[in-house]
């Protein structure tokens, strides 16, 4: 797979945070003049890392030389010393590459609550810088995973008016998987040059129809934070309200969808992919309401991971979903194909045969229809499957 | 245990509801003159059983005469035939004790979806009404479990004045636990007289403290109720503001605190009971909000599992608790008596030693400090185990 951006440089190291021999360091190079929007969680414990990426964007005006990615720990929960870290590991950084310290947006994720070791992370960061190279995204994807199981990364060429630009993304992400206006760790970089106020539109438009459309657990993390550099070294502009930006806006959707997907498919236990997509509803946040409280209902997720049709549980969840006055006679539900319930009751078409058809595939709709307004919202998430049981019983976040 | 009510005889029959040979009816007899008070889930899709129990009381005058109760089939999401069906019920119980349909209150838990049998449920009737007997709580307790595994029957004598009333009560529940407003099934009876204002007012509050601070999965039932009865058989009457209320008010929540923790302790799953108690917050309303998310947090019950004193996910669930301008500085997390974070980090006197032999009992409490107003609010739940998922796969609610 070609990913190159023209302008990126990645490059990755082993600076000995996670306890096995694994790459865990990544330094992502970007090139004068990339210009960066970046999203971070709104968990009011928002790591270190996350609020110092924060202040440095806004010091480097926009403008930053190198984002630095470490997995194994998370340097949230850990107050002061906690920042003063992560400053020191950005300082490391710009000494190395004669910048400014504020040039660096530091990202972290894994453990929480343990001290970032910015020694350790200082002393691998002359390999990584080594290691810089235009075809590093894979390595890249593979060295920011944590409990993930699969490397997630994605390309896409745009085409303009024959010019083309191209976008790749990374991200990583399988457990405290809730993204709230703002998302897991994601890197996403294109050739394209884009000015400030549409390169954050961009951003938090996609992220909105991507990222924060996932759940696996209800648990929004304490380090989520998305980037979107623009090199510009593509020669393509895309300027505000034109052409180019509502076609590169739909490309930079579609991957940011497909990685926000790639991470619920990765989801620690998961056996199954659901979309979960609510119809009918008085309001978006109404319809979201709905589907993130069927998202996360254990009950109708361990019935899911047994493949089980218990719409019974789906109604249940959607009952407590606290809508006012809510008139189940009118709520259907179709599993894929399959109206399973209506008026309050089982479909009388329904049999359990036709029920047990439509769980077996491991992708999987749950189609909602409210039939109380025109609003509409969609949620992907996952089952809950004895293996996330064990995943979160043995790991330490 | 002595737990007769004067006033009050219960019944039980198997109807053949669930598959093996095993009690699955229960007919609670109010003497004339016994006044009931009930509330029931604020789940959208109220059961049929639930909302005729609602509507019989009403035209009962709550003044009803008997508790219909089945296990097996929750008679919930059944529609139009789901209320016939519970009516008939009703109606057969009426007939064969020569009363009205309408004072006949039905609750039915179990299954999800499939319509009652009320032909199994009359058929079986007549067995139950000869087994009544002053001393027939305990097998009733017994005969309203679904994936409960021990029964949950709870009497206490309450001295006022050199009189004495007793109150006993029974409670089933082990998974959809989350009442909101409203509880599980459970069936308190007092032989004191209580007026009607009083007794509402009296079940509520008991209510508010007891059943709806609980929480196994976060599932709201659409079957959730509670009945408190009032037989005045003892002799004693309690009328509002007087001491003797105040003394029975505080007696009857400690009793329905007991039942609602017998709920916990019995959840589907669970290896530990945990009080998670949030102090020191602007309202009750905030302080509810965090206790429940961190109740609710898959996260932190896997965690609570594994025995694990992870307190980075119960400060990350803190976190996105959603309160306003949270200052993390000023939280601060006990586990039992050890101090694990303060000022958004690990304490400087915590020791993972500390932390693990707190975590060890089965009983545990995590005590959350706000330091941003005078409010608390306490939340009791259980972790989230293989056989939680084990259970939720093989059984359909």
Same mark, same amino acid.
């Given at each position: 797979?070609?990913?190159?951006?023209?302008?990126?440089?990645?490059g990755?190291?082993?600076?000995?945070i996670k306890?096995?021999?694994?790459?865990?360091?990544?330094?992502?190079?970007?090139?004068p /003049? &990339?210009?960066?929007?970046?999203?971070?969680?709104?968990?009011?414990?928002r *790591? #270190?890392? $996350? =609020? @110092?990426? +924060?202040?440095?964007?806004?010091?480097?005006?926009?403008?930053?030389?190198?984002?630095?990615i470490?997995?194994g720990?998370?340097?949230a /929960? &850990?107050?002061?010393?906690?920042?003063q870290s992560?400053?020191?590991?950005? *300082? #490391?950084? $710009? =000494? @190395?590459? +004669?910048?400014?310290?504020?040039?660096?947006?530091?990202?972290s994720?894994?453990?929480?609550?343990?001290?970032?070791?910015?020694?350790?992370?200082?002393?691998?960061?002359?390999?990584?810088?080594d290691?810089?190279?235009?075809?590093?995204?894979?390595?890249?994807a593979?060295a920011?995973?944590?409990?993930?199981?699969?490397?997630?990364?994605?390309?896409?060429?745009?085409?303009?008016?024959r010019?083309?630009?191209?976008?790749?993304?990374?991200?990583?992400?399988?457990?405290?998987?809730?993204?709230?206006?703002?998302?897991m760790?994601?890197?996403?970089?294109?050739d394209?040059a884009?000015e400030?106020?549409?390169?954050?539109?961009l951003?938090?438009d996609?992220?909105?129809?991507?990222?924060?459309?996932?759940?696996?657990?209800g648990?929004?993390?304490?380090?989520?934070?998305?980037?979107?550099?623009?090199?510009?070294?593509?020669?393509?502009?895309?300027?505000?309200g034109s052409?180019?930006?509502?076609?590169f806006a739909r490309?930079?959707?579609?991957?940011?969808?497909?990685?926000?997907?790639?991470?619920?498919?990765d989801g620690?236990g998961a056996?199954k992919?659901?979309?979960?997509r609510?119809?009918?509803?008085?309001?978006e946040?109404?319809?979201?309401?709905?589907?993130?409280?069927?998202?996360?209902?254990?009950?109708?997720?361990?019935?899911?991971?047994?493949?089980?049709?218990?719409?019974?549980?789906?109604?249940?969840?959607?009952?407590?979903?606290?809508?006012?006055?809510?008139?189940?006679?009118?709520?259907?539900?179709?599993?894929n194909?399959?109206l399973?319930?209506?008026?309050g009751a089982?479909?009388?078409s329904?049999?359990?045969?036709?029920?047990?058809?439509?769980?077996?595939?491991?992708?999987?709709?749950?189609?909602?229809?409210?039939?109380?307004?025109?609003a509409?919202?969609?949620?992907w998430?996952?089952?809950?499957?004895?293996d996330?049981?064990?995943?979160?019983?043995?790991?330490?976040?």
């Amino acid at each position: 797979m070609n990913t190159e951006v023209a302008g990126v440089q990645l490059g990755v190291a082993q600076a000995g945070i996670k306890e096995a021999a694994h790459d865990d360091l990544v330094v992502i190079a970007l090139a004068p /003049g &990339t210009r960066t929007s970046a999203l971070v969680t709104q968990n009011a414990f928002r *790591a #270190a890392p $996350a =609020q @110092l990426a +924060e202040a440095h964007l806004v010091l480097a005006e926009a403008l930053p030389r190198y984002l630095l990615i470490n997995t194994g720990n998370a340097n949230a /929960g &850990t107050g002061e010393a906690g920042m003063q870290s992560a400053g020191d590991c950005c *300082a #490391a950084l $710009a =000494q @190395l590459t +004669e910048t400014d310290a504020t040039a660096v947006l530091p990202f972290s994720t894994g453990v929480i609550g343990e001290l970032l070791p910015a020694g350790q992370i200082s002393a691998a960061l002359p390999a990584a810088l080594d290691d810089l190279r235009d075809t590093g995204w894979e390595r890249a994807a593979g060295a920011i995973l944590t409990t993930d199981t699969r490397a997630k990364l994605r390309s896409t060429e745009v085409e303009l008016h024959r010019q083309r630009c191209r976008i790749t993304g990374i991200a990583k992400g399988a457990g405290m998987i809730c993204p709230n206006m703002a998302t897991m760790l994601a890197f996403v970089a294109t050739d394209a040059a884009i000015e400030a106020p549409l390169l954050d539109e961009l951003l938090l438009d996609a992220v909105q129809a991507s990222f924060n459309r996932i759940t696996v657990d209800g648990d929004t993390s304490t380090n989520d934070a998305v980037t979107l550099s623009a090199t510009g070294q593509s020669g393509i502009e895309i300027t505000a309200g034109s052409e180019h930006a509502e076609h590169f806006a739909r490309a930079l959707t579609t991957l940011m969808i497909e990685l926000a997907q790639d991470i619920v498919r990765d989801g620690e236990g998961a056996s199954k992919f659901v979309e979960i997509r609510v119809i009918g509803g008085e309001s978006e946040a109404a319809c979201d309401q709905v589907a993130r409280t069927v998202a996360h209902s254990p009950l109708v997720k361990t019935a899911l991971f047994a493949s089980d049709p218990n719409w019974g549980r789906i109604l249940a969840a959607i009952g407590r979903a606290g809508l006012e006055d809510l008139d189940t006679d009118s709520v259907s539900i179709h599993l894929n194909d399959v109206l399973i319930a209506e008026h309050g009751a089982r479909a009388a078409s329904y049999t359990e045969e036709k029920g047990q058809e439509a769980m077996a595939p491991g992708d999987l709709l749950i189609d909602i229809a409210l039939n109380r307004g025109d609003a509409e919202a969609v949620i992907w998430t996952t089952d809950l499957s004895y293996d996330y049981v064990r995943i979160n019983a043995e790991y330490r976040t």
